[in-house]
């Protein structure tokens, strides 16, 4: 019943807040993420303890201030989301900027695909929606969200820009593979996998886990692997690609880990950066009180 609640609050805020007007409808959302920053629920605290994690030297006063921007920048996120779809072409394309955009289409002109990794930093739909304008063929991985109709929506969105969304199963990544050889470009949120499969990785001097499906395509695609780290400006998004090395030496298993640090290592570099635009409200780390999950 929950979730059926949950789920039509999502589909009426994409309605409503595409009919409200714009300056309205952001200003709204900024009171109300810093009304829910003041009751410094649970979500809150971790969003916290995370963005403190990344800011080492910063003062207590700051940090407040931090969390109060992060939660906004995260608000944004999902106003950007609900009304998107009513975007221009001109507007989703004017108010992005990239430094070392040829990386990446590098691997749109090569025709053999590439992999981008991302954290969940800024809005990567409207990247994603920018490169798909200009002709790419992106594709990406979902988790399925209870209930069904809710996963259909966000796959029905992403759809409409032109990015495909495959389902998080077990055979997505034959499937992805696939995919990069027939010369698409797979995009994947990788800063996250607290699962016993996730990659043991430093991040930020202390013990994290990240998922290993970025490296695990590179090697079996021989196909080149970007980070990508999207964070917001005043008028819409930036995003900063450098490219993961590749080890040359080692088994398959000491490649992987070495691909999932060195991506874990760009990530830290553009959150250290851009902290405010990192939307992780869960548990990253794996030291202190944490549990594993199976």
């Given at each position: 019943?929950?979730?059926?609640?949950?789920?039509?609050?999502?589909?009426?805020?994409?309605?409503?807040?595409?009919?409200?007007?714009?300056?309205?409808?952001?200003?709204?959302?900024?009171?109300?993420?810093?009304?829910?920053?003041?009751?410094?629920?649970?979500?809150?605290?971790?969003?916290?303890?995370?963005?403190?994690?990344?800011?080492?030297?910063?003062?207590?006063?700051?940090?407040?201030?931090?969390?109060?921007?992060?939660?906004?920048?995260?608000?944004?996120?999902?106003?950007?989301?609900?009304?998107?779809?009513?975007?221009?072409?001109?507007?989703?394309?004017?108010?992005?900027?990239?430094?070392?955009?040829?990386?990446?289409?590098?691997?749109?002109?090569?025709?053999?695909?590439?992999?981008?990794?991302?954290?969940?930093?800024?809005?990567?739909?409207?990247?994603?929606?920018?490169?798909?304008?200009?002709?790419?063929?992106?594709?990406?991985?979902?988790?399925?969200?209870?209930?069904?109709?809710?996963?259909?929506?966000?796959?029905?969105?992403?759809?409409?820009?032109?990015?495909?969304?495959?389902?998080?199963?077990?055979?997505?990544?034959?499937?992805?593979?696939?995919?990069?050889?027939?010369?698409?470009?797979?995009?994947?949120?990788?800063?996250?996998?607290?699962?016993?499969?996730?990659?043991?990785?430093?991040?930020?001097?202390?013990?994290?886990?990240?998922?290993?499906?970025?490296?695990?395509?590179?090697?079996?695609?021989?196909?080149?692997?970007?980070?990508?780290?999207?964070?917001?400006?005043?008028?819409?998004?930036?995003?900063?690609?450098?490219?993961?090395?590749?080890?040359?030496h080692g088994t398959e298993t000491e490649k992987i880990a070495a691909i999932i640090q060195s991506s874990a290592d760009l990530f830290?570099?553009?959150?250290?950066?851009?902290?405010e635009d990192w939307h992780m409200m869960q548990r990253i780390w794996i030291d202190g009180d944490f549990k594993e999950r199976s």
């Amino acid at each position: 019943m929950f979730a059926t609640i949950t789920a039509w609050g999502y589909f009426a805020a994409w309605r409503v807040l595409r009919w409200l007007p714009e300056r309205f409808v952001y200003s709204a959302a900024y009171r109300l993420s810093d009304l829910l920053t003041k009751r410094n629920a649970p979500n809150i605290q971790r969003l916290r303890s995370n963005l403190a994690r990344t800011q080492p030297e910063i003062t207590a006063l700051d940090l407040d201030l931090l969390v109060y921007k992060g939660m906004r920048s995260a608000i944004r996120y999902w106003c950007d989301t609900f009304r998107l779809p009513d975007w221009s072409l001109e507007r989703i394309q004017n108010t992005v900027t990239v430094t070392n955009e040829h990386l990446f289409f590098a691997l749109v002109n090569s025709g053999n695909g590439g992999i981008i990794t991302v954290p969940h930093a800024g809005n990567y739909d409207h990247a994603a929606a920018y490169f798909c304008s200009k002709g790419a063929k992106i594709v990406t991985v979902a988790e399925r969200l209870k209930p069904e109709a809710l996963f259909k929506k966000f796959m029905e969105y992403r759809a409409a820009f032109g990015m495909e969304a495959l389902p998080l199963d077990g055979r997505v990544i034959p499937t992805l593979a696939l995919r990069i050889r027939a010369g698409c470009v797979v995009a994947l949120a990788a800063d996250r996998d607290l699962s016993r499969s996730g990659i043991d990785v430093r991040f930020f001097g202390a013990p994290a886990r990240m998922p290993a499906g970025p490296a695990v395509l590179a090697l079996r695609t021989d196909a080149p692997l970007i980070c990508a780290m999207v964070s917001y400006t005043d008028g819409g998004i930036h995003i900063d690609f450098e490219s993961v090395p590749m080890p040359s030496h080692g088994t398959e298993t000491e490649k992987i880990a070495a691909i999932i640090q060195s991506s874990a290592d760009l990530f830290a570099k553009g959150i250290a950066a851009h902290p405010e635009d990192w939307h992780m409200m869960q548990r990253i780390w794996i030291d202190g009180d944490f549990k594993e999950r199976s």
